[in-house]
């Protein structure tokens, strides 16, 4: 996972609640994205990043937060979950590759929010 | 705004056939495409890039086509194995930034 780590790999919580998923990168990546993957939908993205404190929003913003304090860690939020928001969700990062930019996977989270 | 489709949605195929799976997409203006490998409960592996100035991409077994003016990108998988089995799928990004927009993928069954 070229050093992608997500967690939690899995969470279970409750309408309402705020849940914070983190992804971690050990390889000094600039640019990080958060995407969520729901059957039909395919991998939409949240939030991206490209650098510390320097955010902006995806396709399918609304109902998350994200925050990027260091370089190796993007933390997603959802301030109070609701059962729409269950789905599986991937960090990437984006990585030069023979000079072509391409993006590199996180092994995902999965929300299921009750 | 670019949407991106794959066709089929599933597919099975026994082994060792060659097979071909189809990427559209509606806005020809892409920046270059890519294309995933996804396994059941697991994260995506990139196959293949194809920069929008070029033709195609060939990774072992693996054929990438792009066609720009007609919006099609097909993957070439030759000789298939059951080890072939998974989603794959393909994304375009519009330009040099961020935005990547994917399709919903092709489920392939390789049956041994």
């Known amino acids: 996972d070229a050093g992608i780590t997500q967690s939690p790999r899995h969470k279970v919580t409750e309408t309402g609640t705020p849940v914070t998923l983190r992804c971690h990168q050990t390889?000094?990546?600039?640019?990080m994205y958060w995407y969520r993957q729901d059957p039909g939908h395919g991998l939409r993205l949240i939030h991206y990043?490209?650098?510390?404190?320097?955010?902006d929003k995806g396709e399918v913003s609304d109902g998350y937060s994200v925050s990027r304090s260091k370089t190796e860690d993007f933390l997603l939020t959802l301030e109070s979950a609701t059962s729409s928001q269950t789905s599986v969700y991937f960090c990437?990062?984006?990585?030069?590759?023979?000079?072509?930019?391409?993006?590199?996977f996180g092994a995902g989270s999965r929300l299921t929010v009750l | 705004k670019q949407e991106v489709t794959q066709i089929p949605a599933a597919l099975s195929v026994p082994e060792g056939e060659n097979l071909v799976l189809n990427c559209s997409f509606t806005d020809s203006a892409i920046y270059n495409l890519q294309w995933f490998r996804q396994d059941p409960g697991k994260g995506l592996t990139s196959l293949l890039l194809i920069q929008s100035s070029q033709r195609e991409q060939t990774s072992g077994r693996l054929n990438a086509s792009l066609d720009k003016s007609s919006g099609r990108s097909t993957l070439y998988i030759a000789a298939s194995q059951p080890g072939d089995s998974a989603t794959y799928l393909c994304?375009?990004?519009?330009?040099?930034?961020?935005?990547?927009?994917f399709g919903g993928g092709t489920r392939l069954m390789v049956k041994p």
């Open positions: 990043s490209y650098g510390v404190k320097d955010t």
């Open positions: 994304a375009v990004r519009r330009n040099a930034g961020n935005m990547l927009t």
């Open positions: 990437a990062i984006r990585e030069s590759v023979s000079g072509a930019n391409v993006l590199t």
């Open positions: 390889e000094n990546h600039r640019y």
